[in-house]
């Protein structure tokens, strides 16, 4: 019998093919573009596959923590609620903080909720998250990123 985590992994697995398919069926536009429309797609859809693969090949060994019982709020939902409501923070304070503050505010966050001790690397593992998430979009896809309204942006 096939185990939770890996039926989850074949169907991250499929979904991620399917995505892939759809990304090269993507037409570019009269216009040049040297990515072409393919280019986000076919990364996000890559990275599911290896993280699918993974998640195959190396199962966690332990099933996890179940959800507390009742509980009122995020509390019902535990550490991937606190996550979520970061993630959700990060959406709303964006325009307002500006990209890198919130992102990194997100990333220092989510992993201090995930157990990783703030000081010195989650820092750093924050730091550098939103540094190449910054390359990435700024400067390889050449998109523009909020700057904030509390630093003069608009």
């Not at 009269?30 to 076919?42: Q, V």
């Amino acid at each position: 019998m096939i185990g939770h985590d890996r039926a989850a992994a074949l169907a991250i697995l499929a979904g991620a093919v399917a995505y892939l398919v759809g990304a090269r069926r993507l037409v570019s536009p009269a216009m040049a573009d040297p990515l072409g429309p393919s280019a986000f797609p076919t990364l996000l859809g890559g990275s599911l596959v290896l993280l699918a693969v993974v998640l195959l090949l190396f199962p966690p060994a332990s099933p996890g923590e179940p959800a507390p019982p009742g509980g009122k709020g995020l509390a019902r939902f535990g550490r991937s609620g606190l996550v979520i409501a970061l993630l959700l923070g990060n959406a709303l304070t964006m325009e307002w903080l500006g990209y890198s503050l919130s992102t990194f505010t997100f990333f220092l966050g989510a992993l201090t909720v995930l157990g990783e001790k703030p000081w010195p690397r989650g820092l750093l593992h924050s730091l550098a998250f939103t540094a190449g998430l910054y390359l990435l979009f700024a400067r390889a896809l050449n998109l523009r990123l909020p700057i904030g309204t509390v630093f003069g942006g608009h």
